[in-house]
């Protein structure tokens, strides 16, 4: 075997300095690393020193790498995501890690729990931590694999791919239908709207849907309110009100009646759910079988 020549520098410098790159910020690096600013700063200091070449530029509020830092910088964090490769599959071996997907609260409940039983009839041998969360995870520092999220499919440092898209209508259980009849966006104007607040609200407000059905409607009062959309799906399933549906999400309740529509025709939503992965570090095995089982289970979907 090769002798490995000694470094001419300390790890601990090369990783202040790979921190501080990646976040343009000797600040966020030390509070990434759990060390002050100041450290940082001299262990930078150093390493310039020791090759006798300015890594920053340096400014009041950032930092920038010169391009001696940005060649350093190259070779430096390839290096680092190498190492840091090579001991998870080495704890691998011997530990198979959990596949950790993330989603939010509605789609795990409403939509994935369901189906998770099929995958894991498929693959057995593959563990899943599934965490439902409206909040975005970081997927380095959270250490996730998979994540379905909603949006436009653009997110920096990440592989997205479309999953399926969301289509609004408004539904309600049998019961209420048939204690408030009605048959037209208008008469949806004098019932008893579920209200969803909170951050998902703006992709399911009732004055959005109402006007883009063309539907004048002064600011409305609901008198139920949730901050979360299976609380407003449990409401309309136990007679409570009108449910502004997430077609494709909550599609097995109308197909088995439990809730029914109330007006033909779907407005579609101008974002979508897409299935997303990391760029910043090599995709597991399991993790590729998850997003390809996804993908396939929702092809009927797109």
């Not at 600040?27 to 070449?53: D, F, P």
């Not at 071996?93 to 995958?119: C, D, G, K, N, Y």
């Not at 894991?120 to 593959?126: E, L, S």
Request: hydrophobic share 45%.
């Amino acid at each position: 075997m090769t002798r490995v020549p000694l470094l001419p520098v300390q790890l601990n410098a090369l990783a202040c300095f790979e921190a501080a790159g990646r976040h343009a910020s000797f600040t966020h690096a030390a509070r990434e690393l759990g060390i002050t600013q100041a450290a940082v700063s001299k262990q930078i200091k150093a390493l310039e020193s020791r090759l006798n070449a300015r890594l920053f530029d340096r400014g009041n509020r950032a930092v920038a790498l010169t391009e001696a830092g940005k060649k350093l910088y190259e070779g430096v964090s390839a290096g680092m995501r190498t190492i840091g490769e090579t001991l998870e599959a080495l704890s691998s071996i011997r530990h198979p890690p959990e596949l950790v997907v993330t989603t939010t609260v509605a789609m795990a409940s409403l939509w994935l729990m369901p189906r998770i039983a099929s995958f894991r009839a498929q693959h057995p041998g593959i563990a899943i931590r599934l965490i439902a969360t409206d909040t975005l995870l970081d997927f380095l520092e959270d250490r996730v694999d998979v994540a379905i999220r909603y949006g436009n499919g653009d997110w920096p440092h990440l592989n997205s791919k479309f999953l399926l898209g969301v289509r609004f209508f408004p539904c309600c259980s049998p019961d209420y239908l048939a204690r408030h009849p009605m048959r037209t966006a208008e008469d949806l104007r004098h019932a008893r709207l579920l209200n969803l607040e909170g951050p998902a609200a703006r992709y399911s407000e009732w004055e959005w849907w109402f006007a883009s059905n063309g539907i004048a409607v002064s600011k409305l009062d609901p008198e139920l309110s949730f901050n979360n959309y299976p609380l407003l799906v449990q409401a309309a399933l136990s007679g409570q009100g009108v449910l502004l549906a997430w077609g494709n999400v909550i599609d097995n309740l109308i197909d088995d009646g439990s809730l029914v529509r109330i007006i033909d025709g779907d407005t579609p939503a101008n974002q979508s759910y897409y299935v997303v992965t990391t760029q910043r570090r090599t995709v597991r095995e399991e993790a590729r079988t998850f997003c390809e089982w996804l993908l396939a289970d929702t092809r009927q979907l797109r």
